[in-house]
């Protein structure tokens, strides 16, 4: 009962709540498509372990992550029924990817004078990567510090690129919004970790011991563990290391590239561990809400990156 409800995800790509607070003048977050997993052999850093110095495995999850493009700045201000939209000034030019997304805006919009935080919109460039698709991903990123400078920050970067080198950095800590894999309909043992009846029970094994209280009357109370859809749920994991990011995708493109993927193309990060999610869906990254000192933030020294074919497997 750690995840409940057990609802599907509206959306194919996670949707963020809560954004962090940061004085830094940037952006707050990205996005990029998950490409696969590998692993590297790196110089442990950290202060307290027992292999300091030594080099150790490391699993890694690959995002590549081409520039986004700003399309609109978007003024909010906060009322009694939550922070609410006053006004929306658009770019002065769009790609021809996002008419079939969105029905694009003729008139620019205007400025507000009268607001409390500003959030761009952005859109993913999905063409430079080789996930077989055009249309890009629309979604709002928050801007650090004052007002005053989120607005100034958003005017200058307002229809230009931005890459991941000017948000992110190596050795960094981020949080990862994604959403998991599905995993179809799922018995209650799998889907909640029931455990199996006796070889003598006189129904299934693998059914629960028990539906509730006799006296309930057929009710069945929703603790019970019950068969159901499983995945595709919204999931959010904290503190994720950046161990490294690149733009030469030769470094870590894997011999016959990765399973149902291909070959990342451009800017890429390597995140340490697993990261939800099947192979090119859409993956934002947010500065940590969370912050755990224990983690280093530096990037330790990778001396082995595999290339081999993951075919196979």
Known sequence: MQFWPRVRARHSHARIRTWPKSSEQKLLGFAGYKAGMTHLLISDNAPN????????????????????????????????????LVSELFAGSFEKELERKIVVHKKKGREASDFDFVRMLCHTQPKLTGIGKKIPEIFEVAIGGSREQQAAYAKEKLGKE??????????QSVDIH???????????VRRFGVQLRQHKSEKS???????????????????????????????????????KMGIKSDEINVKGGF????????????????????????IRITFPIRQNKKIPQEAPQISYISTESKQGR
């Open 49 to 84: 372990s027992m292999t300091k110095g030594a080099d150790i495995f490391c699993p890694v999850t690959v995002v590549e992550c081409p520039p986004i493009k700003t399309a609109s700045i978007r003024f909010y201000k906060n009322t009694q029924n939550g922070a609410t």
């Open 162 to 171: 931005i890459g991941i080198g000017e948000v992110f950095a190596e050795g």
């Open 178 to 188: 994604s959403v998991t894999k599905g995993k179809g309909f799922q018995g209650p």
């Open 205 to 243: 094994r693998r059914n629960p011991a028990t539906l509730g209280a006799w006296r309930a009357q057929g009710h069945i109370m929703w603790r019970t563990a019950h068969a159901g859809k499983m995945g595709y749920h919204l999931r959010t994991e904290y503190n994720k290391w950046i161990l």
């Open 259 to 282: 399973v149902n993927y291909g070959l990342v193309r451009g800017n890429y990060i390597l995140i340490k561990g697993s990261v939800g999610g099947a192979e090119k869906r859409f």
